[in-house]
T-cell receptor
Framework: QKEVEQNSGPLSVPEGAIASLNCTYSDRVSQSFFWYRQYSGKSPELIMSIYSNGDKEDGRFTAQLNKASQYVSLLIRDSQPSDSATYLC?????????????FGQGTILTVHP | DTGVSQDPRHKITKRGQNVTFRCDPISEHNRLYWYRQTLGQGPEFLTYFQNEAQLEKSRLLSDRFSAERPKGSFSTLEIQRTEQGDSAMYLCASMPTRTSRETQYFGPGTRLLVL
């Protein structure tokens, strides 16, 4: 079992729709959770971080965390073609992990006009 | 530009050659990470420095790989006797030590192609 798993997609949504991206993780003591966006050929860019159960909203983005289910998700409202990218879920484990990120394989999102 | 910088941005080499990449973290960021990303995969952790001390290395970092961070500033990642399987994007990230939120800032990456 991979430490962090995402649906690889691709996920295709029409412009203006809600895109829902999901991620599960295996380490129960994980404390910090992140969503990165990566455009083709570019480096990852942090869009959301979440540390406690519940929802966190930032503009059109909402991150949801459920530690009991070991599940974290990202909702993108009013999706735009510019949101088309690979979305990476990343986790920092608890304990002495020195803050290293463990990434999922990424979900490719395409927003079509 | 006060972000993380990496050099070179692209490198093409022949199998068996040695290559060295450089990362300049954000000023005063004590923590520095190297990751490797292959096509269609998420980045994978390679190694971590706190100041000049290399505190963790992944099993992915074979004997052909070595990383340094002299004086706790910039870092270098060297690959000796490159193999075609080393072709990947090599990413560097930095983070301040004293932070309640562990946000890593990534550089633009070095894309390596081994022929």
């Amino acid at each position: 079992q991979k430490e962090v798993e995402q649906n690889s997609g691709p996920l295709s949504v029409p412009e203006g729709a809600i895109a829902s991206l999901n991620c599960t993780y295996s380490d129960r003591v994980s404390q910090s959770f992140f969503w990165y966006r990566q455009y083709s050929g570019k480096s990852p860019e942090l869009i959301m971080s979440i540390y406690s159960n519940g929802d966190k909203e930032d503009g059109r983005f909402t991150a949801q965390l459920n530690k009991a289910s070991q599940y974290v998700s990202l909702l993108i409202r009013d999706s735009q073609p510019s949101d088309s990218a690979t979305y990476l879920c990343a986790v920092i484990a608890g304990g002495t992990s020195y803050g290293k990120l463990t990434f999922g394989q990424g979900t490719i999102l395409t927003v079509h006009p | 530009d006060t972000g993380v910088s990496q050099d070179p941005r692209h490198k093409i080499t022949k199998r068996g050659q040695n290559v060295t990449f450089r990362c300049d973290p954000i000023s005063e960021h004590n923590r520095l990470y190297w990751y490797r990303q292959t096509l269609g995969q998420g980045p994978e952790f390679l190694t971590y420095f706190q100041n000049e001390a290399q505190l963790e290395k992944s099993r992915l970092l074979s004997d052909r790989f070595s990383a340094e961070r002299p004086k706790g500033s910039f870092s270098t990642l060297e690959i000796q006797r490159t193999e075609q399987g080393d072709s990947a994007m090599y990413l560097c990230a930095s983070m301040p030590t004293r932070t309640s939120r562990e946000t890593q800032y990534f550089g633009p990456g070095t894309r390596l192609l081994v022929l």
